[in-house]
């Protein structure tokens, strides 16, 4: 089963999520979507701190998925 969803579906409560695009290659990275007095909200890279809509080349995002549970930490 495919773990990708539509971005369309993605949350916008500030829960961090994985979303991908073509920039032009597929391209996945760590956002979350907010909303400042300046901005109508937008997804906020975290990796960056910028939005994925600024910026060239600009990042086509158009699918979302949770960020998967990492895995136990070695004794």
Do not use: C, F, S
């Not at 969803?5 to 979303?19: N, Q, R, Y």
């Not at 920039?23 to 701190?49: D, F, K, N």
């Amino acid at each position: 089963m495919n773990p990708w969803k539509p971005i369309d579906t993605a949350p916008k409560d500030g829960t961090p999520i994985l979303v991908g695009g073509y920039q032009p290659e597929w391209e996945a990275v760590t956002v979350y979507w907010t909303q400042y007095p300046h901005r109508m909200g937008g997804w906020y890279l975290v990796e960056t701190g910028a939005y994925a809509d600024d910026g060239e080349p600009q990042l086509k995002i158009t699918h979302w998925t949770e960020i998967p549970t990492p895995p136990p930490q070695p004794q």
